[in-house]
């Protein structure tokens, strides 16, 4: 009895919470060509404390889920961990090993502080590739929300 318990109070909490379609930066090329949409990239490291609650309270919302999976494609981006190399945009990006860690030049070429992004960081580019939103920081889901449906009214 303990343990069926213990598996429905595991699996309770996964009910609650939808997914989010993510890609990698050469699945969205490919995408981009089929059917070009705006882009969210998420910037964000596995240490990061306010990226992890982000990321929880994000799938918590059902409704701003839906409309991200309907109509953006979704990049999740781990700046210290991606370690192959990602064309974008017609430039090659590498990681920077620096000893035991590192960084991708993609997070550096992205973020508007060159020398270490803030994280989490948010991108939002309209389906011709160009920036359109740039959040760093926390950025939470009803701002979310109000932010794409801004966009899709473009």
Known sequence: MKSLLFLFLMLVPSFCLSQIKTGTFSDWEIQQQKKAKPTIIHIYTDWCSVCKIESFQLKKDKKLVEMMN?????????AEKTKEKINFQGKEFSYLPNGNSGIHEL????SKTKNQPVYPLWIILNENQELIFYH???????????????????
């Open 70 to 78: 309907e109509n953006f494609y979704f990049i999740n981006f781990e």
């Open 107 to 110: 997070a550096l070429g992205l």
């Open 136 to 154: 760093e920081g926390q950025f939470k889901p009803e701002k979310m929300k109000q932010k794409l449906l801004e966009i899709l009214a473009l």
